[in-house]
């Protein structure tokens, strides 16, 4: 694709950037095909197609307006399109440069503003979203049924954290809202961890991964943010750390963009570029030790409530499309003997998306529905995903209990 971008832009790192995705799309429209928000409105504008021409207008100097923000606000990120396009566009670093420059030119209303403004004020920040959900969940029965859905009935138990016995070390970055929502989540990914040989570490002062507020076009924050994990994981890194492991496949996806977030800071490039080339995904850790975790699948005891029992995955957006993760997990609770059932297209969107579903109400209810009716077509007796986001969404439509898969994995090792 020809450009020809505007010069408050075009000699900007975000220009330069901009410019070479660009030139990349040759716009045959295999995005479309995949696309959740096309596929529900049908509207050219509302595919990553149109999204590019509009984010390619707006940096040849065009005015933005309102209807840009619009169709940009209604884009998942969830990056199917990256992983069906032949030419290789990275659409979703586009999509960010894109939403950063309507954001500046297109004035929101005060109720918007708002709610974006709590949003990156309290999410993010493990206490805070500690003390407004258990306020939430006090008046659950009282909310209307769609803020009810986003309030989670059930309050995980944390369970006890094992301690460091093996030589070989990694880092869990244990996040922000996880904690709070289901706080037996990295205990139960450090348990599995314990049981292939790997001891898993919490580093002090570590927090959200910045994945929040980069999405609400908050780049200082989310920089910030990005500075402040580096900062707490460095020295146990130095300290002979092989790996930062995370459960939420969304914050593992952040947490690889370090190294390109940070490119042109000139105190943390290299570190960033470093700590992005550690972190993994749990899935990746657990995966690459299949040896010692047959070894210790013989070990656990022979009955128990895993046998014949039948998953539904749910495979988040962040992990098959941002970190190119597919078929792991299906294959590690197979091994364990559960039995993955076949979910159609799980290759689009459950409508979480971060913010999205608070954010884009109605398009995230249609995608949620859609979603569930996928994962209950081989009738499993429980839903798994890999993301927290995915997890409390998919449970606020379904009676169907929704777990973390690596909960499932540890309860099937036994303690």
Known sequence: MQTTLAAFIKDTPQGREADAILRKCVHCGFCLATCPTYQLLGDELDSPRGRIYL???LL????????TQLHLDRCLTCRACETTCPSGVKYGRLLDVGRALTEEQVPRSRMAALQRLLLRKVVPYTRRFAVLLGLARVVRPLLPRQLRAHVPARQGRRQPWPGVRHARK??????????????????????????????????????????????????????QQARRNIDALWPHLEGGAEAIVVTASACALMVTEYGH???????????????????????????????????????????????????????????????????????LLAAAGFTPTWVP?????????????????????????????????????????ANIGCLTHLQGGTSLLVR???????????P
């Not at 899935?283 to 014949?308: D, F, N, V």
């Not at 998306?353 to 009716?373: C, D, I, M, N």
């Not at 898969?405 to 090792?413: K, M, N, P, Q, S």
């Open 55 to 57: 984010m390619k207008q």
């Open 404 to 414: 973390h898969w690596v909960e499932l994995l540890a309860e099937r090792l036994g």
């Open 261 to 331: 977030l940070l490119r042109d800071d000139p105190r943390y490039a290299g570190r960033a570029a470093r700590v992005s080339q550690l972190a993994r995904d749990v899935s990746q850790i657990i995966a690459a030790e299949s040896a010692a975790l047959q070894e210790a699948l013989r070990g656990a005891p022979a009955a128990t409530a895993a046998a014949g029992l039948k998953v539904a995955f749910h495979s988040p957006c962040t992990l098959q499309h941002g970190l190119k993760v597919t078929g792991v997990v299906e294959s």
């Open 170 to 223: 990694v880092l869990l970055l244990e996040g922000c809202v996880q904690p709070a929502l289901q706080p037996d989540i990295n205990p139960a990914a450090a348990r599995v961890l314990g049981k292939v040989g790997i001891s898993a570490i919490r580093a002090a002062g570590t927090g959200c991964c910045g994945a929040i507020a980069h999405h609400l076009s908050a780049r200082e924050q989310a920089l």
């Open 60 to 67: 040849e100097g065009a005015p933005v307006t309102a209807r």
């Open 345 to 385: 297209d799980s290759h689009l969107c459950c409508g979480s998306a971060g913010t999205y579903s608070l954010l884009q109400p109605q398009l995230s209810a249609r995608l949620l529905s859609a979603k569930l009716a996928a994962l209950g077509q081989g009738s499993p007796d429980v839903i798994a995903s």
